[in-house]
């Protein structure tokens, strides 16, 4: 007998997110039974009935924090997984969170992908989302590993991070001193790493060579570009100092050329900007489109009846019926609409004016 798909329980005051969070559930090709709760109230209700297996809730509810729901949910229930959704960049909130047992916390907007992942993983599943960067062997891992580490050593920091352009951590020496942030921290400098090669277009830069430096509060970051697929992050406090950053900043690019050797050797391109810009403007090429139709030509009617309006003369009602009856002769009769009443029709009903007695009026 096959066992029971996995329980989720999605816990959100606004309706759009909890919307966003199943559809994208549902994405993934696991069997899931979803219950949905839009306050801290409703989620303990459908907890008392369900056994659920992963919770997934926001960490600021009307009238109880997404930690408290935690430990009331777990008095009766100490096997599920949670995932905490949060707006909160405050170092207490998040310790609060790990503490309580947090598998994974994510900042809004909510990067999907590895939401996807840590989903797959909390549950022990397949898989999917996030395969393996790169194909390399675990000699060739280990070797990136500890020329990372050496250098860690050397400049006195925290960690550095090898990040491929999606916002992933391919190799790493050390841990974030607040690793909740870690997936949410790399995603943002992922979009400032794909932006520096646009600028690097722009300014004529065959190669991104610049150096991003942010200043945090007790950890500085700094983080150069490698190739068009991965960047160096190094992580530490201090590292952005006066009397520290040239040498610093001298000391990654050393060993951003030492990790590009090693990544040539283990056979990832390292493609320049043009050549990238050049695949991507030939990818978004579009297709030429078929030769446009010719214009119908125009109606043999319409061409007539504007020659015979054209002639800067008043049309007399005789002038005007012979033209009718030409066309009916030549065309064959016109479609009557009997929605609408025809000139003859109206005469009869008394709705059309008279164009003769008008005509001598005017005489």
């Known amino acids: 007998m096959s066992a029971p798909p996995p329980r989720i329980l999605i816990v959100d005051d606004q309706r759009d997110i909890i919307r966003l969070i199943h559809s994208t559930l549902d994405t993934l090709g696991h069997k899931f039974e979803i219950y949905e709760a839009p306050s801290g109230e409703e989620a303990l209700l459908e907890a008392s009935r369900t056994q659920i297996d992963l919770l997934i809730v926001d960490y600021r509810l009307p009238g109880i924090t997404g930690v408290e729901l935690m430990k009331r949910i777990r008095a009766k229930n100490e096997t599920f997984k949670t995932i905490i959704i949060t707006g909160m960049t405050d170092r207490g909130a998040r310790d609060e969170m790990l503490s309580a047992g947090a598998v994974a916390i ?126 160096l992050l190094a992580v530490g406090p201090g590292l952005a100092d006066r009397d520290r950053l040239l040498e610093v900043t001298d000391t990654l690019l050393i060993l951003q050329g030492d990790v590009k050797k090693v990544l040539k050797d283990m056979g990832v391109a390292t493609q320049t900007l043009e050549s ?80 003769e007695a008008g005509s001598k009026k005017k005489k």
């Open 276 to 355: 990238v810009m050049r695949q991507r403007a030939a990818e978004a090429k579009p297709k030429p489109s078929a030769e446009p139709e010719p214009a119908p030509e125009p109606e043999p009617v319409a061409d007539e009846l504007a020659d015979l309006l054209a002639k800067k003369k008043k049309i007399k009602t005789d002038e005007l019926n012979e033209f009718w009856e030409e066309i009916i002769e030549t065309h064959g009769p016109i479609p009557v609409d009997p929605s609408k009443l025809t000139y003859e029709q109206a005469s009869k009903l008394g709705l059309a004016p008279d164009l």
């Open 106 to 231: 994510f900042d809004k907007p909510i990067p999907l992908g590895d939401f996807l992942d840590a989903v797959e993983r909390s549950l022990g599943l397949r898989r999917t989302i996030l395969p393996p960067e790169d194909s390399t062997t675990p000699g060739q891992h280990k070797t990136l590993a500890n020329l990372l580490a050496s250098y860690r050593q050397d400049m006195q920091a925290d960690a550095i991070f090898l990040i491929s352009d999606r916002g992933r951590v391919v190799v790493r020496a050390g841990d974030l001193p607040d690793s909740s942030m870690e997936v949410s921290l790399m995603s943002a400098l992922a979009g400032i790493y794909n932006t520096s090669w646009k600028i690097a277009r722009f300014i004529q830069q065959d190669t991104a060579a610049g150096l991003h430096v942010f200043r945090g509060a007790g950890q500085d970051y700094l983080m150069v570009p490698v190739n068009t697929a991965h960047a």
